[in-house]
């Protein structure tokens, strides 16, 4: 058992008149500021019968109101399910009646979509417009047990049903640590947050900023606009995005380069193209590739700067509190050996909620089994590529989707790709792929064949080329490959 003095408290105790928020209005709150609101919320939860241990749920885009929000549930000490706001009213049900949630706490725009839940399920439910940041303060518990859960997220469900992921304050706690020993930390660090807060990404950096005491630059979403205005001119150090974003903002970023005092772009969440990373070494954006799941409580690996160039394409090393292996059925693979990537350290979590079969089948002596395919060189660093999930086996060889997509957008005329397995006759399985064009007038489908005929092996050619208006994906942005049919 691990104890430890409750993380907001302590941060406005500490430093009360540095900055904790900063929003797009350009709205400020110092940690002094964002105590005293977490407190009213606390006070009001509390009167709305919410205590510790409850299950609380939380259905909000990014704001002001969804950060304190989460505050005030850690400091009466709830255990908060953070709900993906795009999934869809099915969805919804499944998890909060799979992580038998009593209370469900909601941003007024969800009004209706709450309407249809309680129909359904029978839970308490409370807008935030019911909040106010007025009235008297409950500081909250006085310490936090690192053993205990504090959030429950479903992982993105991109390769099955979601499964609720427990995390604990440990867990959180050194999931900050093991970034910040690799990032280091300046007084002036701003944390650029534009990824949704329900996503382990997004709720990382909020901790983030109450652990190492800076300010969080909080979006409602991701609009390039703003994001680019925001780390041009207002100081912002270190943003966290997935590929599309810095897609569109390395379009965005033309021939301007970004401040010197710009120092971290962390890309995760899924496979960066090649393309990509050339595009952002060229215009001097300081990419980190990192690894990481909602398991692992975000970023488990990450490419230091040092091998950024060396290493392009790389995921990195594991941060300093975490181990890694690739395993081949019961075999450690060879240097450049394709297996599972298995993780362990104090980030990882206990385990799923509610799902025994999937904690027996995935966490061994501490070791989570990703469903990643991975291989280490020899230096030691690891190199991502595919779900295991989505393998494709071609003739006996394997084909890993996210190479070709990789190639396929390095065309000029691709806008997005997702490739995946057909059943064959002869080969088992064939790749196909589903292309979103840029500009029709001068796509040639020849062409973008002959581009893929002279990047990859031919049994790696998708063998059949749709053209699509838009990949599925989900609110991680996630390809959802499993709904790519023709
Ligand atoms: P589900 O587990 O429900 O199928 P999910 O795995 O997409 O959903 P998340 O926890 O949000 O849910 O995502 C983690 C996954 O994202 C990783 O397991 C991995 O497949 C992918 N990913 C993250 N970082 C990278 C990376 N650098 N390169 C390739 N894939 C990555
Ligand atoms: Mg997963």
Redesign the pocket.
Known sequence: MTIMPQWLKKRAAMTPDREAVVLSDDTRYTFKELNEHAGQYAYQLKQQGINEGDHVAVLSKNSYEMFVMIHALQKIGAVMFLLNTRLSVNEFLFQLKDGEVTHLLFQEGFRSVVDELTVEVNLHSVSFEQFSFEGKVDEGIAEFDLDHITTVL??????????G?QLTYGNHWWNANGSVLNLGLNADDRWLLCVPLF???GLSILFRSVIYGIPAHLHERFDVESVHEDIMNHGVTTMSAVSVMLEELVERLGNESYPESFRCML??????SKSLLESSKEKSIPVF???????TASQF?TLDEENALRKLGS?GKPLFPGQLKIMNDAEECQVGEVGEILMKGPSVTKGYWNRPDANKETIHDGWLK???L?YLDEEGFLY????R?DLIISGGENVYP?EIESVLKSHPSVKDAGVVGKEHERWGQVPVAFVVIRDEETFSAEALKDHCENNLAKYKVPKEFHEIDELPR?A?R?LMRNRLVN
Do not use: F, I, W
């Open positions: 479903y992982t993105s469900g991109t390769t099955g049903l979601p499964k992921v996503h382990v990404s890309l995760g969440g899924g496979p960066a590739q990192t690894y990481g799941m909602t398991e690996c995921a990703t469903g990643d991975g991502v590529v595919d779900r999930k996210a989900n991680s996630k």
